[in-house]
C-alpha cells in the first residue's frame, strides 16, 4: 500500500467474512473473534465492525466497537491491520471512525484494553489523546497484562 493511498472505513458486509477471519488469525495468537463471533457482530445493534480499505476494497483493517443500552461509554472491543499496512494511517482512520460511531450513538467516551507490550498500539492510542485510567493484571488469555484507556469524545 502506497503511504499516500487513502484509507476508506465503511460498515463490514458480510462479504468481509473471509477477510475479517484471516486478518484475526494471523494478528492475535489468543482471544480472537471466531467466525460465528463476527457473523453475529455484522447484524448486532449492540456492535459494530468497521472495514478499512484502499484502491477499491483492497482490505487493511478492522475494528470492533461495542455499545451497551445503559452506558453513554463506547468499547473498541478489537482493532487490526494488516502487516503491509501498519503505520500508513490505518489504525487511525480506524480509531477515527470509531469515536464519530461513538458520538453518532450519543456516547460520551470510548475506552479500550491494550496489551502492556504492544508499544505500537500504546504509542497510536496516546498520540490521538487516550489517557491511561486503569490496569488488568492476567487480562489476557495468554496471562499477560493490559492497560485500560479511555478518550472523552466530543
Known amino acids: 500500500m502506497p503511504a499516500t493511498a487513502a484509507v476508506r472505513v465503511r460498515r ?15 494478528s492475535f495468537a489468543t482471544d480472537r ?31 470492533v466497537v461495542f455499545f451497551r443500552k445503559s452506558t453513554h461509554v463506547a468499547r473498541l472491543y478489537s482493532i487490526a491491520t494488516k502487516a503491509e499496512a501498519r503505520g500508513k494511517g490505518v489504525g487511525s482512520a480506524l480509531l477515527e471512525a470509531a469515536e464519530r460511531l461513538a458520538m453518532r450513538r450519543r456516547c460520551t467516551s470510548l475506552r479500550l484494553e491494550v496489551r502492556t507490550d504492544n508499544e505500537d498500539a500504546l504509542r497510536l492510542y496516546e498520540r490521538l489523546g ?4 486503569g ?17 472523552v469524545l466530543g
Open 33 to 63: 473473534l471466531s467466525r460465528a463471533q463476527y457473523r453475529r457482530h455484522l447484524d448486532s445493534e449492540s456492535a459494530q465492525v468497521l472495514v478499512a480499505s484502499a484502491n477499491h476494497r483492497h482490505f487493511l483493517g478492522t475494528a
Open 12 to 26: 463490514a458486509e458480510l462479504s468481509d467474512l473471509d477477510d475479517l477471519v484471516a486478518l484475526e488469525e494471523s
Open 130 to 133: 487516550y489517557r491511561r485510567i
Open 135 to 151: 490496569r488488568y493484571d492476567r487480562y489476557y488469555g495468554d496471562g499477560a497484562d493490559a492497560w485500560r484507556y479511555e478518550k
